[in-house]
């Protein structure tokens, strides 16, 4: 007779013996995983497995299935490549799985991110220049305050009400025209003189009344005090010769 607890007595059973063989089996498969693959500190285990190696493994294979594929439109000009249905959905699908993260599912962008559908181009969107992004990447920085890091409260709202009058929203003629000289000395170096920007630079065109971060007057004071800095990512190290080819025409044909 075992213990009594509130009117349940326990017994002094065995366990079934499947069970007991269940928990040897699992003690015996714990010591092999340990001495098959890395568990114990630097310990790297007898198959010498890595996440890597898997993980690189992995990749070629699927290059050797898919890449065949890629490469028959790899040589072709992103113009032409464009107009072939079968290339443009392969580069829906790099856009989807790459690009969408940032730019979204329709490519229109998102605060901070460019709308890829329109004719507005930080850096130009020529198919050379979008190969260029894609394999490079864009390194885009706004400094605070220009080249005039000395600018006051007031002056930063003059410029901003000069910015404005590009777009015909300026509502204070006489900050306008106060912000206009300090344009030119503190913007004009990126923006141009014009305020229509230059690719070379990927400086916005602030005639436009297409904006990347937002185009009241509190979101464009925000960016002239603390300025801006973005990033573009290569995806050289990500996707292959032919499926940037590809993408490069996917992302021309958007707005072609």
Request: one cysteine or more; charged letters at 15%; hydrophobic letters at 40%.
């Amino acid at each position: 007779m075992g213990h009594s607890f509130d009117g349940i007595e326990e017994y002094d059973n065995p366990l079934p013996k499947w069970w007991f063989y269940l928990f040897l089996s699992t003690i015996v498969f714990a010591l092999g995983y340990l001495a098959l693959y890395p568990g114990l500190g630097n310990y790297k285990g007898l198959l010498g497995w890595t996440s890597v190696n898997q993980w690189e493994a992995e990749v070629a294979e699927a290059d050797a299935l898919y890449g065949p594929i890629y490469a028959q439109y790899g040589q072709t000009a992103v113009p032409e490549l464009a107009k072939i249905d079968d290339a443009m959905k392969l580069g829906q699908r790099l856009f989807a799985n790459n690009c969408a993260v940032c730019h979204g599912s329709a490519a229109r962008g998102q605060v901070g991110f460019p709308n890829l559908t329109d004719t507005d181009w930080l850096y130009g969107g020529s198919p050379e220049a979008i190969l260029h992004t894609l394999n490079n990447g864009r390194m885009g920085a706004m400094p605070a305050k220009g080249v005039m890091p000395n600018m006051t409260d007031t002056q930063v709202d003059q410029v901003v009400n000069y910015v404005l009058s590009f777009s015909g929203r300026a509502k204070d003629p006489a900050s306008v025209e106060a912000g206009k000289a300090v344009f030119m000395q503190a913007c004009t170096a990126c923006h141009g003189v014009d305020g229509k920007g230059m690719q070379a630079l990927g400086s916005p065109n602030l005639t436009d009344n297409v904006w990347l971060y937002g185009s009241t007057f509190d979101w464009i004071r925000q960016t002239v005090v603390y300025g801006r800095q973005n990033q573009m990512p290569s995806q050289s190290g990500r996707l292959s010769q032919d499926q940037i080819q590809i993408l490069a025409a996917y992302v021309y044909s958007m707005s072609d």
